[in-house]
């Protein structure tokens, strides 16, 4: 059996370089006679790659060859990814992704491909880089009714707000630091404003409660707006600012999902994540709360999902492994006002003491939080929980505050 690489890029020369190291062991563990590289689609030139003659540039070399039975695709993006992921899976390819934004974009399409034509479509590394999630929640923890799920599940993000919360770093200087040590692309807008973790918990949602959720229908927040004076303040409250998916089941047949900055306690399984280490929060109705945690990103550990998916496929070749999941309908994504949480408010008002009195007047029981070295009219606080468009309600009749800004506290 043969296997083709389609992208060169840091996780596909990952890939190809886990493939080949570790491969007397995978052959082993995949139960077949041979398993072996036989392409790498790249449309640029490696010359003085050790691999240099499994190169190719048109992708129908790899589609036309039957002896290819698995196909890896580490191009990222969507075309002409999704084109050539249907191509193979029409011609009864397996496939293996780490492409988060076609398997969130494009998932229930490619699932039902793979099923027409009794192959496998696997994506362990689209989520959580090489932290096991996917193939955990479909099979470890498959007599669950899942209810929750919530993630850190952007190293980038959590790297520049590690900084700001360790190190009291400016966005701005956190920022240059991400991308000085090649966490963060040099255009960082789909990790600073949430896309990247949309992706993934679309991802997630989809498995866990089996319809798709596509990234349009989640409202999503990045960390942009954060900044050091709610850091500070949070940090009176024994807790941090972390960037979190969530997702949860609403009824059997509605869920919600959202992306945006959210408050948990500094010593919770999530508040205790930093740098660039991803943790995801599953809650089971049989095993309670379980946390997975590692590297979500980078070229050897999102490899070692990869690789692990190609064994996989490699096991299961003459047979479809039963994962999936269903269409979308309308109305299934609740409307993330309806959801309960309490909020942190950051607000100015002339006269503080006033505005703080009638804060707790509106929303009932609060907590005043504080920082060193405040404007005289700034001050935040901790409303209780209550539906976020109540609460928001709330808040607008309060007309003598400017808020400044609202984080969303959560009880991970
Ligand atoms: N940019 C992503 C991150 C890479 O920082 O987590 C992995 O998906």
């Known amino acids: ?15 190809v370089e886990v493939f080949l190291k570790n491969h007397d062991s995978i052959i082993k563990r995949c139960g077949q006679p041979e398993l072996d590289l036989k392409y790498i689609l790249d449309i640029r030139d490696f ?6 003659d499994k190169f190719v540039k048109d992708f129908n070399v790899i589609l036309n060859d039957d002896e290819v039975k698995i196909v890896v695709e580490t191009m990222g993006g969507l075309h002409p990814a999704f084109e050539f992921v249907s191509s193979c899976l029409k011609a009864g390819k397996s496939v293996v992704s780490s492409n988060k934004e076609l398997v969130a974009t494009k998932g229930y399409e490619l699932l039902s491909l793979a099923e027409q034509n009794n192959v496998n479509f696997l994506f362990e590394a689209s989520v959580g880089g090489g932290v096991p ?26 790297f520049i707000l590690t900084k700001m919360i360790e190190e009291s770093m400016s966005f701005d200087d956190a920022l240059k630091l991400a991308q000085d040590n090649g966490y963060a692309e040099k255009d960082p807008t789909a990790d600073i404003e949430g896309f990247d973790a949309c992706r993934k918990i ?3 949602a989809s498995l866990c409660f089996g319809k798709h959720v596509y990234p349009d229908e989640i409202h999503t927040e990045g960390i942009t707006k954060i900044t050091l004076a709610d850091v500070e303040y949070v940090n009176s409250y024994n807790a941090v600012i972390k960037l979190l998916g969530r997702a949860c089941r609403v009824s059997d ?22 740098d660039v280490f991803n943790a995801i929060l599953v809650r089971g109705d049989a095993i309670g709360d379980v946390v997975f945690y590692g590297k979500g990103a980078g070229k050897l550990p999102t490899a070692s999902a990869v690789v692990a998916d190609v064994i ?5 070749a003459n047979r479809k492994k039963i994962f999936g999941w269903g269409d979308s309908e309308p109305g299934y994504i609740y409307d993330y006002l309806q959801m309960e949480n309490a909020l942190y408010i950051r607000a100015s008002a002339q006269d503080k003491a006033l505005a703080l009195e009638k804060a707790a007047e509106q929303f009932g029981e609060i907590t005043v939080l504080y920082r060193r070295n405040a404007p005289h009219d700034e001050f935040a606080f901790v ?16 007309d003598m505050i400017t808020p400044l800004s609202i984080i969303r506290v959560t009880d991970y």
Do not use: W
């Not at 509605?254 to 999530?270: E, H, N």
């Not at 996989?312 to 299961?316: L, V, Y």
């Not at 409303?383 to 309060?398: I, M, N, P, S």
């Open 1 to 15: 059996m043969k296997i083709a690489v389609m992208g060169y890029g840091t996780v596909g020369s990952g890939v």
């Open 47 to 52: 010359p003085d790659d050790p691999n240099a």
């Open 133 to 158: 999630i996917i193939r955990p929640i479909t099979q470890c923890l498959a007599a669950n009714e899942i209810d929750e799920i919530a993630g850190i599940l952007n190293g980038t993000t959590n």
């Open 202 to 204: 679309c991802i997630l």
């Open 253 to 274: 047949s509605q869920i919600c999902a959202m992306v945006s900055p959210c408050i948990v306690k500094s010593f919770s399984q999530l508040g205790n994540v930093h």
């Open 312 to 316: 996989d496929c490699a096991k299961h």
């Open 383 to 398: 409303t209780d929980t209550d539906k976020e468009g109540v609460l928001r309600e709330k808040l607008a009749k309060l």
